[in-house]
């Protein structure tokens, strides 16, 4: 019986900004093919997005930290100097070593990074295979460790191509006017001969092993879309105004030629696999092709990065896959467990990916592992890292020339600590990205209290003076920059909302920023809303806004506005932030909260369902859908969409609870319930009793007390002249919006909150809400006889300010599941006993004894008519 394969294929850098174009025009008819008898859809990213750590995160489906692969470079068993990154720097197993256990057989060409070649059972063919001299007078002998079985070299050393081969022939489709290039002063087609020629050697490498070998899983790494893209990106259409248009019309058709060139590979890769392999294609990261491409890259480490989008690509057809089918939510760390999967074997519980069940026809049951780390025997992998130090110039250079790092310094301790701070800062970033604050600040912390040499007058007389220079250093700097570690300790106080530390690492960037401009107009905004400063953090936002506009930019002023319930205002910078990064998830389901509260409910279940196609595990999305179909009466699927969102994010997401218990009774009765009020007792439920000073929220609280709820009151605010019958208030109430903890004591009692505290009430509780209106001529008169004003002047501020109060409420009731609320006048409590305490009494839902309650009713108290 034949056993089904799996072939995968990695371009680096692919995005769909560029494939659909392309696609629409008959140029990529491979993939097209691909896509029509299989599953598409979005791949996301990682932080730090730098290749070789993401495609060991695809290998092994788990993040840096558990892998160990860091950043491009690697220090030296022996110490005794720096390298481009090896596969000794992989701690954890990959797919082919999992395989290799299990008597599968693999083969692997081009995977960065996979040199020295491992011993797995089939042909490894190293990402040192294609690295030759540009040079045609240098011989490029291909090293020890290249090629796994080392015998395996005789058949294809021959299948390298050198860039002098490259020809007129090759050249002009991709670079028409290549004629009109200088030479001697632009080296374009010096890199892309480079670029071609070795990435056909890693396709030809490929095929011949697809033709000439037996094999179960087959993985192909290509770069040649990442490499073009780095290279010629600038001069892509549209024309960018400070590129010239000389430069535009030589090079505005490379980036398309690389994925045209990419798409014919996998033309002759398709022809040579049968129906029975499941061919996945995918990339580790998009590329920015549109307004935000980078001219100029700032002196950042690893900054060419900066170049590269959230997401990427992914493609799968074969035996078992669903035909023509878009597919959401899949990330890097998901491949490695999916193709374990179609093994039928078991994924690592240690693995931080999942198996991506959406994409096959007939998904079964997943298997489970605690690791395959702790399974003893033979995995193929190396028994030890070798003290040899490698010679790799070539590669050395090649990540030097496309900025992904700077030209090691001649001095080895030096270029020794560059590394590995380097490395501490990008594991520092990998915990970032996670969330794991508390890891990735220690990190940072020691990097930023190192005790670092400083450059002399010594190391500015040798040969990389210039390159100090240029980079911004002077004599009596550091040689590391502590720059990039203080922008993450920014980020990580903002995210933990301590906006007193944030304040004090952003002053000491913009006291430290001499060598590259920060934009730190957001971060400034960001610790001035926290701080409360709201009108200055929104004048500092739209003074960046129209200096340089950006998406970032405008979805921080969407923001503000949003919190300040200016819902209009809102949407209008939330649809500028989509003008700028039409693919950011959080911008969608904030335009899709936002329309919510302008009852746009259609718009907002659209925006909602596209945050959830970028990223499918995005809790607050499926929370706002379930909300806009709550609204359009598709209770169904609001159920489900609630349910998705709570089990993503259970502890934060007590409000989804709440409104699925609301659902249920909805689908239950099937009848809609209008102010959320249903009459009926909740378990330990609270009740408030709410309003504006001076609305009757005394009056209240005494009745309800008289009728037997327990009052929560400590009883420090005595009776007096404006209230002889007591306020009933609770003194950890006045601090609600910085400690709701206490608010346990109140269930199954009432306490008096005043309006603008309700929105800092704890979600997971249930509340009974009794609001107190009055006429706000009638409250502005109480409160100025009570302050000692005269009460015939009426003060306009004040009454903005308690409509204002009165607006958010609503909001605040509308998006709250946990709240049901009714509105008593006051007036109608002296006037109309009765029927008040009727609906107050029916709406707490338990007996109450309403004539103690009427008795509170004091009408000589109504002293203050409008």
């Not at 092994?60 to 892998?67: A, F, I, N, R, V």
């Not at 193929?380 to 010679?391: A, P, R, T, Y």
């Not at 010594?458 to 502590?482: C, M, P, R, W, Y």
């Not at 946990?818 to 109608?828: P, S, T």
């Amino acid at each position: 019986m034949k056993r089904n394969k799996v072939l995968l294929i990695g371009w680096d850098a692919a995005d769909w900004k560029i494939i659909w174009p392309l696609i629409a025009k008959g140029e990529m008819p491979a993939l097209k093919k691909l896509i029509e008898r299989g599953v598409y859809g979005n791949m996301s990213t990682m932080n730090p997005p730098y290749s070789p750590m993401l495609w060991s995160t695809v290998a092994t489906g788990k993040t840096p930290d558990k892998h160990g692969v860091l950043g491009f470079i690697e220090i030296m068993p022996n110490m005794k100097g720096v390298r481009p990154v090896t596969t000794n720097s992989r701690k954890a197993k990959a797919i082919w070593n999992i395989l290799h256990h299990k008597g599968y057989k693999s083969n692997l060409v081009g995977w960065w990074p996979s040199f020295p070649a491992e011993p797995i059972n089939g042909v490894v063919v190293s990402d040192k295979f294609q690295k030759v001299s540009k040079d045609p007078n240098k011989k490029s002998p291909i090293v020890k460790g290249t090629i796994h079985p080392e015998a395996f070299t005789k058949e294809i050393q021959d299948l390298r191509m050198f860039p002098h081969e490259i020809t007129e022939a090759h050249i002009l489709p991709c670079i028409p006017n290549a004629s009109k290039i200088d030479q001697e002063k632009d080296k374009g087609l010096e890199n892309f001969a480079k670029m071609l020629a070795e990435n056909t050697s890693v396709h030809a490498a490929a095929t011949n092993l697809l033709r000439t070998t037996e094999w179960d899983f087959m993985a192909v790494y290509y770069d040649l879309i990442d490499h073009f893209c780095h290279a010629f990106m600038k001069y892509h259409p549209p024309k960018l105004k400070p590129i010239s248009q000389n430069m535009f019309d030589i090079y505005n058709q490379a980036v398309v030629s690389a994925y045209k060139i990419q798409d014919m590979m996998l033309e002759r890769t398709l022809e040579l696999v049968d129906e029975d392999t499941t061919v996945i294609v995918a990339s580790d990261h998009g590329f920015e092709s549109g307004h935000r491409r980078i001219l100029k890259m700032p002196k950042y480490p690893a900054a060419p990065a900066l170049e590269h989008r959230q997401f990427g690509i992914f493609v799968a057809a074969g035996p078992n896959i669903k035909k023509n089918e878009k597919v959401f939510g899949l990330g890097l760390i998901d491949i490695a467990p999916t193709i374990l999967h179609m093994f039928n074997l078991p994924v690592g519980k240690d693995m931080d990916g999942k198996v991506a069940l959406d994409i096959f026809k007939d998904p079964k049951d997943v298997k489970y592992i605690d690791s395959w780390e702790a399974v003893e025997g033979d995995f193929g992998q190396h028994e030890s890292d070798s003290n040899e130090i490698l010679d790799d110039q070539e590669t050395m250079k090649q990540l030097v020339d496309l900025g992904y790092i700077e030209k090691p310094d001649e001095n080895i301790e030096i270029a020794i600590l560059k590394t590995s701070c380097d490395l501490k800062h990008n594991l520092a970033r990998v915990y970032l990205g996670k969330k794991d604050y508390v890891k990735a600040k220690a990190l940072l912390l020691e990097l930023i209290q190192g005790d670092y040499p400083v450059y002399d007058e010594k190391a500015f007389e040798k040969k990389n003076k210039d390159a100090l220079i240029k980079q911004g250093f002077k004599v009596g700097d550091s040689v590391i920059d502590t720059i990039p570690f203080y922008m993450d300790l920014l980020t990580i106080a903002l995210s933990e909302k301590d906006y007193d530390l944030a304040d004090k690492y952003l002053k000491t960037l913009r006291a430290s920023d001499v060598k590259f401009e920060i934009n730190t107009s957001v971060a400034e905004a960001t610790i001035l809303v926290g701080q409360g400063k709201i009108e200055k953090a929104l004048k500092c936002l739209e003074d960046a806004k129209n200096k340089k506009p950006n998406g970032s930019i405008w979805y921080q002023i969407g923001k503000i506005h949003r919190k300040l319930n200016h819902f209009e205002e809102a949407k209008r910078a939330f649809e500028n932030a989509l003008k700028f990064e039409i693919d950011s998830s959080k911008t969608h389901q904030s335009l899709a909260e936002t329309l919510l509260r302008l009852h746009q409910y259609e718009e907002a279940a659209e925006h909602a369902l596209t945050s959830i196609e970028l990223v499918k595990y995005f809790p607050d999305a499926h929370y706002v859908l379930g909300e806009a179909l709550e609204k359009l009466g598709d209770l169904e699927n609001a159920k489900i969409a609630y349910e998705t969102a709570a089990s993503l994010k259970p502890v934060e997401h007590v409000r989804a609870e709440k409104a699925i218990e609301n659902l249920e009774e909805k689908l239950e009765e099937q009848r809609t319930l209008t102010d959320k009020a249903e009459y009926k007792y909740r378990k330990d439920q609270i009740v408030i009793v709410s309003g504006l000073p001076r609305s009757g929220t005394s009056l209240m609280m005494q009745m309800l007390n008289q009728g037997g709820i327990t009052v929560l009151t400590d009883e420090n605010r005595k009776p007096d002249v404006s209230n002889p019958k007591g306020y009933y208030e609770y003194d950890p109430v006045m601090a609600l919006h910085k400690d709701n903890s206490w608010l346990g004591l109140a269930k199954n009692k009432s306490v008096k909150v005043v309006a603008p505290l309700l929105k800092f009430l704890d979600p997971q509780y249930r509340y009974k809400v009794i609001f107190m209106n009055r006429d706000l001529d009638e409250i502005v008169k109480s409160q100025q006889k009570m302050i000692g004003k005269d009460p015939e002047v009426l003060p306009t501020r004040l009454f903005d300010a308690y409509k204002k109060h009165l607006n958010q409420v609503e909001v605040w009731k509308d998006k709250e599941p946990g709240v049901e609320l009714i509105y008593i006048n006051y007036k109608d409590v002296l006037e109309n006993s009765s029927e008040a305490l009727e609906k107050v009494t029916s709406f707490i839902g338990v007996e109450m004894n309403k004539n103690e309650m009427a008795k509170c009713v004091d009408k000589a108290l109504y002293r203050n008519k409008s």
